[in-house]
């Protein structure tokens, strides 16, 4: 089985409810993704998934010189950030597709799917 990345996609600039355009709207595609969490776990595709803070809280470290840099907020300015992710474990490309497919009607989000190099 190989290891993929499914990063979730939205709006850098986010109101209230996020990327939703309403509280409801939001509570839904928290409960849709919460019900797909409990489905991949169940059928042994989950390693691990999380949501992640505003682009505006990162901190870009540069530690490729002498002294490390450490600037705030996002490396790039963009107006789409990744805004959470699950990392599965998948037999193939095509399973993986589907599990984003998946994700992304239960998140309302688009999700990007990039398998792991293998490299550890």
Not at 93 to 102: F, G, S, Y
Request: charged share 25%; net charge negative.
């Amino acid at each position: 089985m190989t290891h993929y990345l499914l990063s979730v996609h939205g709006p850098a600039e986010r109101d209230e409810f996020g990327n939703y355009g309403s509280k409801e709207e939001m509570e839904e595609a928290f409960a849709a993704t919460g019900a797909f969490n409990d489905k991949i776990r169940a059928d042994g595709y989950w390693v691990f998934a999380g949501g992640l803070a505003a682009a505006t809280t990162a901190t870009v470290v540069d530690g490729t010189g002498e002294t490390p840099i450490m600037t705030d907020g996002p490396y790039l300015e963009t107006t789409e950030v990744i805004g959470g992710f699950w990392v599965v474990d998948a037999p193939d490309l095509d399973v993986a597709l589907k599990l984003a497919a998946e994700g992304s009607r239960a998140c309302r989000g688009k999700v990007e799917v990039r398998p792991f190099d293998g490299l550890a």
